[in-house]
């Protein structure tokens, strides 16, 4: 399944306390039930004004989907073409 990263721009999401990113997460992973296996979160990494989420998924409209269903925003949606790493420079 292709993989994506998500910027989503929110403002002071930094300082957003534990127990309100602990509800977004259900949040997000309601709405992925109810859409089915064809789009998966993997991780996201908070930072002071942005969340970063890694997803899989069939397709980047089932990713937009989920951020619409979801009311979060998805200011960008870009298809993970390869990775790297350290052991990338080893081979």
Same mark, same amino acid.
């Given at each position: $399944?292709p &993989?994506f990263?998500i =910027?989503?721009a #929110?403002?002071? !999401?930094?300082?957003? &306390? /534990? /127990? =309100?990113?602990k509800? #977004?997460? @259900? &949040?997000? %992973?309601?709405?992925?039930? =109810? $859409?089915?296996p064809d789009? @998966?979160?993997v991780q996201?990494?908070v930072?002071?004004d &942005? #969340?970063? %989420?890694?997803y899989?998924?069939a397709?980047e409209d089932l990713?937009r989907e989920?951020a619409?269903r979801?009311g979060?925003? /998805?200011n960008?949606v870009?298809? !993970?073409m390869s $990775? #790297?790493?350290?052991?990338?420079? =080893?081979?």
């Amino acid at each position: $399944m292709p &993989k994506f990263v998500i =910027e989503r721009a #929110i403002p002071g !999401v930094g300082a957003t &306390k /534990a /127990a =309100e990113l602990k509800a #977004i997460s @259900q &949040k997000s %992973c309601s709405v992925l039930h =109810e $859409m089915g296996p064809d789009v @998966q979160w993997v991780q996201s990494y908070v930072t002071g004004d &942005k #969340i970063y %989420c890694i997803y899989n998924a069939a397709n980047e409209d089932l990713v937009r989907e989920h951020a619409r269903r979801g009311g979060f925003p /998805a200011n960008s949606v870009s298809r !993970v073409m390869s $990775m #790297i790493d350290p052991t990338t420079a =080893e081979v």
